[in-house]
């Protein structure tokens, strides 16, 4: 677009956020004066009846309206900042009833944060309201003047603004000089004026944020839940994995072996060297049923890793891969197995990109800590492209790193090279 190829300076007064932020601001002082009014009002008398039963529900009452000026308020930044702040866990009662409902609402901090958001943001809307409406409207003012200079000898009658004035002498800003100095000052104030507003709207931001939401432990808790769900539903995938390489491999090849034991033994007495060949067929056979099962158990849980560690067992795993693979793994210690289990099927599901998609001729592997988390990273001079959110093995990767408060960083720029680093949490 043409506007793109302003300045950010020159476009940012005339730019929606810009005036939706100035709405915010001008909106917020009307608001916050029915607030902190009945906010106040309300909280005070409960707080007078708390020697009667009144109390109490007038209390409740209080600060159930507060969270319903908190909704107005979450919904206002949604629409006017861009902010979307989740609503708080709800109160309620253990038994469904008024007075557990009361306790619920009195117990909440959510509840108290609303009253202090409703409280505090009285002040700053006062502030917020005066600066950005003064600083605003005076610096288009100034920078319009000689679009209105006429207005004053027409109709106030005088020659202009009036800068200075006593009973003997006036100084007006009438000249063409002075009226194009008053216009610059004007657009310096109108350029300057959107970057005071986004300052005053990103205190505001703060206070939505930090007052209206949920609290940190229950956003926590609704994360662990949410990973929780993720942990299940790859463990379920796995089993089902399992079951249908057990079902369609190995268990497939001991039935057909049972079959072709059972005729050798009724050849054995009739043509004993058509039963020797169906025994050396069924050999084989026991051959690639063992190798199907080793594969699968390597792929629930190595034994390597867990007897030599994850230095052995992604060793393994890169001598495996269809291209030369550099493997360092510097760990004061080993993390404990689940962690281990997640960097070894990280690292193995990470090199199997790099054969099949890559097209690399080298890749590395390094395996570090610091701090209290596990760095893995896995590099290849390939072609690049690799996407983790589209819909790839690797949007499932990082799923199951989350799960474990894991992150994974995918840096692979068209034509490569690719660097991928996960991070885990450490424990030893």
């Known amino acids: 677009m043409a506007s793109h190829r302003l300045p950010a300076a020159i476009r940012a007064p005339f730019e929606g956020r810009t005036w939706r932020e100035f709405g915010y601001l001008v909106l917020g002082l009307p608001l916050s004066v029915v607030y902190f009014s009945l906010s106040i009002a309300l909280v005070s008398a409960g707080a007078g009846l ?48 008024a007075m557990s409902w009361m306790g619920a609402t009195l117990k909440s901090g959510a509840s108290w944060r609303h009253l202090l958001y409703a409280i505090l943001h009285m002040p700053w809307a006062i502030f917020a309201f005066t600066v ?12 319009t003047y000689p679009l209105w200079q006429w207005v004053f000898p027409v109709y106030a009658g005088q020659d202009g603004i009036q800068l200075y004035g006593d009973r003997t002498h006036a100084f007006y800003l009438d000249s063409p000089f002075e009226i194009a100095v008053t216009s610059a000052i004007g657009l310096l104030f109108v350029l300057a004026g959107p970057w005071l507003i986004r300052s005053l709207a990103a205190v505001d931001r703060l206070m939505v944020s930090g007052l209206l939401g949920p609290s940190r432990l229950a956003t926590r808790v609704t994360e662990l839940e949410t990973d929780r769900g993720v942990v299940v539903d790859h463990a379920a995938a796995d089993l089902r994995r399992i079951e249908r390489d057990l079902h369609d491999g190995a268990q497939a090849r001991l039935v057909a072996l049972a079959m ?103 890749a590395w592997v390094d395996v570090w800590r610091v701090g209290n988390r596990m760095m893995l990273q896995v590099r290849d001079d390939g072609r690049g492209g690799a996407d983790a959110t589209a819909g790839s093995g690797l949007a499932g990767l990082t799923e199951r790193l989350g799960a474990v408060d894991g992150i994974l960083a995918v840096d692979s720029p068209a034509g490569g090279p690719t660097t991928i680093t996960a991070e885990l949490p450490w424990r030893a």
């Open 132 to 143: 950005s409406v003064a600083f605003w409207m005076y610096g288009w003012a100034l920078f």
């Open 260 to 362: 072709d034991l059972g005729l050798a033994k009724e050849k054995l007495a009739e043509d004993p060297k058509a039963a020797a060949r169906m025994v050396d067929e069924a050999h084989g056979e026991v051959k690639t049923a063992l190798q199907e099962l080793r594969d699968l158990a390597r792929g629930i849980h190595p034994a390597v890793l867990t007897d030599r560690g994850l230095d052995a067992a992604l060793s393994a795993v890169a001598s495996r891969c269809t291209v030369p693979v550099s493997v360092e793994v510097d760990l004061p210690a080993r993390p404990v197995p689940a962690i281990e289990g997640i960097a070894y099927f990280t690292v193995s599901e990470l090199l199997q990109n790099v054969s099949k998609h890559s097209g690399a001729r080298r």
């Open 50 to 97: 708390l020697i009667t039963f009144l109390g109490i529900p007038v209390l409740a009452g209080a600060l159930a309206m507060c969270r319903g000026f908190g909704a107005v308020e979450r919904a206002r930044a949604r629409g006017l900042l861009g902010l979307d702040v989740a609503a708080p866990e709800p109160a309620r009662g253990r038994t469904g009833g």
